[in-house]
Structure formats: structure tokens, C-alpha cells
């Protein structure tokens, strides 16, 4: 195709500027010469080519990658991780990569994923998730991030109640603890009460508040505190409150 080579805009006839290294002719009108177009339309192909062949090789090698780790799960991940290399996953596909990577172990892949899941939909369930994956892996400071994002966004599930209340207790927080312990009890005195209470109970042990401890104790009855197991640990409580009272 050849060049346009007037010196004025046919539009607007204004003085045109020469692109003399790639042989365009452009406007300030907005018109661009028949050469300029066609290349540009070339420049575009060759970029989506090699947008497409990197894409392609990155997702082949991803699956070879996972290919001998995680058998035939390698082959759900294809697609999400195709959609995450381009920029166009899915809360959906972020879930699932996420799930992936845990079922097979790997923590820190989950825990990315759910990362990105929870900022991207700012669903309850991704926080609900991200605060109990970092909950069981000791990481506390995460784990609370998530559980108090969680509770922003209404979520209400009792385990997470639990599993916040004790990285509070974990991490030197011990009255925003007291306060999640004390409200669990009280708002759900039917779910795993003697696991909640007895948590309680040695968070005021270590506060040095063992009458209220003592008091706890005292309260302890019914047929869930009379297994042997729970009757052994709250006699365990009784001897700590003793010794450290006479300490």
C-alpha cells in the first residue's frame, strides 16, 4: 500500500506530521493515513500472537509442572490458571486453584489465592476460608486480618467466633479474648461449651483473675462436663488456681 505523502490533512487541512521512522502520516484531527492503519492492524496481530504463544507456553508448563504432583487434578487447574495469566479469572476459578493448592499441601499457594479470592469478591466464605487456613498454620496475625473482615462483612459462624477469640489469646490480646470467650458462652451455650469455657478459664488463669476463674469452674456442671476427660481437666484448673493463689 503506499504512502500518503500530502503535506495537509484532507479533513481538516491542517499541516499533517510525518512519522518519519515508521512511515506514518497523523493528525491532530484524528486521521491517519491507509499505511498508518494497516500498520498499526500488523503491530496488533503480532502482539496477540506472542500474547497467545506465552500464555499457551506458561499454562503448558504449569501443567507438566503439576502433572507429576497432583495427577489428574493438574488437569482442572488449566483453565483457571490460563483465565489468572490474562488477567480475566473468575472468583470461581480463584476458589478452586485455591482449594487445589491446599488439598495437595501447599499452603502458601492456598493462602495466595484465597488472598486474592477475599479482595476480589469481598465474599464472607474467602475471609471465612483465609482466617481458617492461617488459623491452623499458626499464623495468627493473618488469621485475625481475615476473622475481623469476616465479621465486618456479617459473617456469624460459630467456629470462627472460637478460632478468633483464641489467635486473640495467642497473640497477647487476651481481653479482646476474654470479650469473644465470654460472648460465645453466652450467645451460644449449646455449641462445644466445655472446649469455649475451658479456654476461658485458663486465659483468666494467665490474666492472674482467679476468683473469676474459680467462679467459671464452679459453674462447670452437667452431663457435658462429666466425661472423664472434661472432670480431668477441670480438677487440672482447680490444682493451677490453688498453686498460684499460694504461689
Same mark, same amino acid.
Given at each position: 500500500m503506499s504512502l500518503y505523502h500530502e503535506n495537509h490533512c484532507p479533513v481538516c487541512h491542517s499541516e499533517l506530521n510525518h512519522q518519519h521512522d515508521e512511515k506514518w502520516t497523523l493528525c491532530a484531527c484524528g486521521w491517519i493515513s491507509e499505511s498508518a492503519a494497516e500498520a498499526k492492524k500488523i503491530r496488533a496481530f503480532k502482539v496477540a500472537a506472542i500474547r497467545a504463544f506465552v500464555v499457551f507456553s506458561l499454562v503448558l508448563t504449569t501443567g507438566f509442572v503439576?502433572? #507429576?504432583?497432583?495427577? &489428574?487434578d493438574s488437569i482442572k487447574i488449566i483453565t483457571p490458571y490460563a483465565k489468572l495469566i490474562i488477567k480475566s479469572e473468575s472468583a470461581q476459578d480463584l476458589e478452586l486453584l485455591a482449594d487445589m493448592h491446599k488439598r495437595h499441601g501447599d499452603t502458601e499457594g492456598a493462602h495466595y489465592f484465597l488472598n486474592k479470592w477475599a479482595k476480589k469478591s469481598n465474599d464472607t466464605r474467602a475471609y471465612n476460608k483465609l482466617g481458617e487456613l492461617s488459623f491452623l498454620t499458626k499464623d495468627y496475625k493473618r488469621a485475625i486480618d481475615a476473622y475481623e473482615t469476616y465479621f465486618e462483612l456479617a459473617g456469624n459462624e460459630t467456629q470462627a467466633y472460637f478460632n478468633l477469640a483464641t489467635a486473640y489469646s495467642?497473640?497477647?490480646?487476651?481481653?479482646?479474648?476474654? %470479650?469473644?470467650?465470654?460472648?460465645? $458462652?453466652? #450467645?451460644?451455650?449449646?455449641?462445644?461449651? @466445655?472446649?469455649?469455657?475451658? %479456654?476461658? +478459664?485458663?486465659?483468666? $488463669?494467665?490474666?492472674?483473675?482467679?476468683?473469676?476463674?474459680? &467462679? $467459671?469452674? &464452679? &459453674?462447670? +456442671?452437667?452431663?457435658?462436663?462429666?466425661? @472423664?476427660?472434661?472432670?480431668?481437666?477441670?480438677? #487440672?484448673? +482447680?490444682?493451677?488456681?490453688l498453686k498460684q493463689k499460694n504461689s
Open positions: 503439576h502433572l #507429576s504432583k497432583w495427577g &489428574n495467642r497473640t497477647s490480646q487476651a481481653d479482646k479474648a476474654t %470479650a469473644m470467650y465470654t460472648q460465645l $458462652i453466652q #450467645s451460644r451455650p449449646e455449641v462445644y461449651q @466445655p472446649t469455649v469455657v475451658t %479456654a476461658l +478459664v485458663e486465659l483468666l $488463669i494467665e490474666k492472674d483473675q482467679l476468683d473469676e476463674a474459680q &467462679n $467459671i469452674l &464452679n &459453674n462447670m +456442671v452437667g452431663d457435658d462436663y462429666e466425661t @472423664p476427660g472434661h472432670l480431668k481437666q477441670k480438677r #487440672s484448673l +482447680v490444682q493451677r488456681i
